[in-house]
């Protein structure tokens, strides 16, 4: 192996990954990001959890157990980290609103209320008690969305049907993005002469121009709109992806798709290289640093046998919250889930624990203890400990 | 390959189907891959006509973070579809697309006039075969009449230069030629014949195979002198690198595989080895890159476009989300039209609104279906790096 390629290559294509890779690339590194398949961001609300423990996110952090990756980051860098999140996204035409001082709802699907920080503008509008009336629209053979959850919870709620001669979120999205479609709807819905405060949509209306496709409803109908997130396929985990990356990429990183890991080239205490099967040749990327943000179980980083749990790139030893026994508990929706802490367990410079290498750095899902469903932490911890892991390779490739 | 119980039925790969975003018939590739699977009965004759929607630009693979493949597992089932029912003309006719191409090239003159008059566009509508873009023309001169240079150079290739250039673009072919020729690389044109992914794409496996075996056995013997090959079609290459030891099951594949590089991957390759140092002059354009589905899959990253950046004055943005619709023969078929037109538009209205003056694809038929939608000139990688090093078909 001649030639370094790469100052650093990024396993995994979801948010930690993608966070750590544009501020790397926008410092003038020579970065390249390689993925086995599409992150589970695209399977998310594309909402951001920051902790959900307290009204106050970043209050809410020190409500965390020690162990929590959290805690290797200053409530500064998490500041940080959210700033330059909704910088980019503004860029990439997909704003956010909310900010790390205070928690706020999104509706669900069941109509139910869920906590998190950051929502999509298409979200913005999503009210935030019992007061606000609101008018829904749903699609004929849409099985993804049912608004009768929401208008049995909700009194002053009601709905109406369109038919887009699309079933499927996918599909919706799609012709929302057609002009001719957004102008037959809106003239559609004018009709309706809506009379309560909000408009809700399943989280369809675009995937492209979702903010402004929004907007235009809004002025159009002259009234609020906002999204509810759907199961997936979810279009707005899949903006939020497109949106990461596209931005990752025009800044200058080099993303491989279709690229498993199937083996690593090691000298003492350094990786050189991760090599992909393929069919014949076996091909090899080598780089000075390598960090690893393959996720967590669903993602493709860890795997579960019956009675450990492995890394699977770097065979990282791995934090195992005890027996399998352990792993579960009996009620399901407890969250008290001993899995949820599975992980590897880093460093202050987020390397492994108790692992060989020196130029290998860990961030996101796949930390031990982060417990994202408990805590309410998803994406957010992702962004923090990504920026983290960036200003750790700079300062270790110096 | 074939790993149906691995899905967790999450639906990235539906996210990821061109076909689905369109095409309400289609279930994509969950429901018509690993979900599917599972009823189709060795014995039982096949009912999913559907099957036969997927274009196999291979979208579903890449996304599925679980290892499932449901590409190959629809084209498994394409196959077995094939076998079991009556062929149409159109798919007969572009699974012996070579033969087809061979003839219309030999007749080129004759062929291209009929091809475009009213007639000739009735006919093609009734053999089922469209032409919402024009049909490519023939070219009378095909690679083939190639004179060979001689060389003494270390580096080596056969070139596998693909139905599309040989028979409709053969001067980007000689452009390639002299642009390896110029790195002082020994190039030579092994006998070769069509890759075999129409034949796969139109659900008949025993023409692929015997396109594939007579490749394999031809370029074989190449590669045991010393060549390299060197493919440019992107399509092409994701045949001889996957479906040849996939679902062709070709003896000689890993061999094949083993030595097989895109164009653009072993240009690197020679920089990065110090085997050359092209001195790239300026090349003013604006270029939409369109990143072809199969070059993405071949999980080689985007290697023309680590040469684009190299060239001065170059201004190139990538799409990579996009396919183009048209999927080689998938969207010439009458069935696929609306599909193909659809996402094709789609793919022009996201490059158009960067102001890109140019596009470019490594894939002939990317280039045919984007060029032919937008009005655009779209060009081979290859034709911009030939560009700015002033080479010309000629010399």
């Known amino acids: ?398 | 390959m074939i790993n149906f119980e691995h899905c967790i039925r999450c639906t990235i790969c539906v996210e990821n189907c061109p076909v689905f975003r369109v095409n309400a018939d289609f279930p994509g590739p969950k429901q018509a891959g690993p979900d599917a699977q599972r009823f189709r009965m060795e014995k039982e004759k096949s009912v999913d006509k559907w099957v036969l929607l997927c274009s196999q630009c291979k979208r579903c693979n890449m996304a599925c973070p679980c290892g499932v493949y449901p590409a190959e597992i629809i084209l498994q089932a394409q196959q077995r579809y094939g076998l079991q029912h009556p062929r149409t003309l159109a798919h007969l006719l572009f699974a012996n697309n070579y033969y087809l191409s061979a003839l219309g090239s030999l007749t080129a003159p004759v062929a291209n006039k009929v091809a475009s008059t009213k007639i000739g566009k009735k006919i093609f509508h009734a053999m089922g075969i469209t032409t919402y873009i024009p049909f490519p023309k023939f070219s009378f001169k095909t690679m083939k009449n190639e004179k060979k240079k001689k060389s003494k150079a270390v580096k080596k290739v056969a070139f596998f230069y693909g139905c599309f250039i040989n028979f409709y673009r053969p001067d980007i072919g000689r452009k390639i030629i002299r642009l390896l020729e110029s790195f002082n690389v020994d190039v030579v044109l092994p006998e070769q014949w069509c890759c075999g992914l129409p034949a796969l794409g139109n659900g008949n496996l025993a023409i692929a195979r015997y396109f594939a075996q007579k490749n394999a056995a031809s370029l074989s013997n190449y590669i045991d002198a010393g060549y390299d090959v060197v493919y440019t079609c992107t399509s092409c290459g994701l045949c001889l690198l996957h479906d040849y030891p996939g679902i062709l099951e070709i003896s000689l594949a890993k061999k094949i595989t083993e030595n097989t590089y895109d164009l653009h991957e072993y240009i690197i390759g020679l920089i990065d080895d110090g085997y050359i140092e092209p001195q790239f002059t300026k090349v003013k354009r604006k270029i939409a890159y369109h990143i072809p589905c199969h070059l993405r899959a071949l999980g080689i990253g985007y290697p023309a476009a680590k040469i684009m950046a190299m060239i001065p004055g170059l201004e190139y943005e990538i799409f990579d989300d996009t396919c183009c619709g048209l999927n080689g023969s998938y969207g010439f078929k009458k069935t696929n039209e609306e599909t193909a037109v659809q996402l094709g538009t789609r793919a022009v209205s996201l490059i158009k609104k960067t102001g890109a003056e140019n596009i470019m694809a490594d894939c002939g038929s990317c280039r045919m279906q984007l060029g032919g939608l937008s009005g655009m000139d779209a060009l081979d990688p290859a034709e911009i790096i030939c560009e700015s090093l002033g080479i010309t078909e000629g010399k």
């Open chain 1, 1 to 398: 192996m001649g030639l370094i390629q790469h100052d650093v290559i990024i396993i995994g294509a979801g948010v930690a990954g993608l966070t750590a890779g544009s501020i790397l690339v926008e410092k003038g590194y020579n970065v390249a990001l390689i993925a086995k398949g599409e992150p589970t961001a695209c399977l998310s609300t594309g909402c951001i959890d920051i902790c959900s423990l307290d009204h106050d996110p970043l209050h809410g952090v020190s409500h965390l157990p020690d162990e929590h990756p959290y805690h290797l980051v200053s409530r500064a860098v998490i500041r940080e980290s959210i700033e330059k999140f909704k910088e980019s996204m503004v860029q990439m035409g997909f704003p956010y609103t909310g900010s790390p001082e205070s928690n706020r709802y999104v509706l669900s699907a069941l109509g139910t209320f869920k906590t998190t920080c950051l929502v999509p503008s298409t979200m913005a509008a999503a009210p935030q008690d019992e007061k606000d009336d609101l008018h829904i629209i749903t699609f004929s053979g849409l099985k993804d969305f049912y608004p009768s959850y929401i208008t049995a919870r909700r009194k002053n709620a009601s709905f109406s049907t369109y038919d887009a001669s699309a079933s499927t979120t996918m599909g919706l999205a799609t012709n929302f993005e057609r002009e001719d479609f957004l102008e037959k709807f809106l003239s559609w819905l004018e009709k309706l002469n809506i009379q309560e405060g909000k408009i809700a949509f399943p989280a369809v209306l675009g995937l492209e121009s979702a903010a402004t496709i929004t907007q235009k409803i809004e002025e159009r109908l002259r009234c609020k709109v906002f999204e509810i997130p759907t199961i997936p396929p979810s279009m707005p985990g899949r903006r939020l992806f497109n949106a990461l990356k596209d931005y990752f990429r025009k800044k200058g990183g080099m993303i491989y798709w279709s690229w498993p890991v199937s083996g690593v080239e090691k000298t003492k205490k350094i990786i050189e290289a991760v090599t992909t099967p393929s069919e014949g040749r076996p091909k090899s990327l080598n780089a000075k640093v390598f960090i690893l943000a393959s996720g967590s179980f669903v993602g493709g980083g860890l795997t579960a046998r019956r009675d450990t749990i492995v890394e699977n790139i770097f065979n990282l030893p791995v934090f195992v919250p005890g027996q399998r026994d352990n792993w579960f508990d009996s009620d399901y929706f407890s969250l008290n889930h001993g899995i949820g802490k599975a992980g590897i367990i880093v460093d202050s410079s987020f390397r492994p624990k108790e692992a060989d290498w020196e130029n290998v750095f860990v961030c996101g899902g796949i930390l031990a203890h982060t417990d994202v469903l408990k805590n309410g932490c998803g994406h957010g911890m992702a962004l923090a400990t990504g920026y983290a892991v960036a200003a750790s390779c700079m300062g270790y490739i110096k």
